[in-house]
């Protein structure tokens, strides 16, 4: 799956390697969808 920024610039597929894990990737989910939340509670990784 594209990230956030690959998609905010228009590629068409995606270059980065996909999560080796599931809980790698339910987070990497969750940063997408809930930004303004991952902002709140961790700050210093936005």
Request: charged letters at 20%.
């Amino acid at each position: 799956m594209a990230k956030r920024d690959e998609l905010l610039a228009g590629g068409s597929g995606t270059i980065s390697a996909p999560a080796p894990v599931f809980g790698e990737q339910m987070w990497n989910y969750y940063v997408r969808s809930y930004p303004e939340v991952v902002r709140l509670h961790y700050p210093d990784l936005v």
